[in-house]
């Protein structure tokens, strides 16, 4: 099953950006890394269409928010996703 018209409708990769109201967070994912440099990390899955997102808390990146992962991630997300988090390591 493919995303619903509110999770198409979420901005990626976009500081501050809204999700919606059905939007269930999982907990913040812990990361030795991320924590050091002061970024929270929180996962969430959609009650209607199942769509699981990531959404990164860090104020020195503007382009850090949502990110759709799991199998329905399109391809670039993940590959710009991995290239940031080498960037930054």
Known sequence: MGACEKCE???SNRRD???H???IS???VRSTGQQQRGVQHEAYTC????T???YLYDKRDPASGWR???????LE???EAVARAVRVA
Request: net charge negative; proline share 7%; hydrophobic share 50%.
């Open 26 to 28: 999982l907990g913040v």
């Open 17 to 19: 950006a809204p999700g």
């Open 52 to 54: 699981d997102w990531d």
């Open 68 to 74: 759709r992962c799991g199998a329905d991630a399109p």
């Open 9 to 11: 409708a979420i901005v």
């Open 47 to 50: 009650a209607t269409c199942g």
């Open 21 to 23: 109201e059905n939007l």
């Open 77 to 79: 997300a993940v590959a």
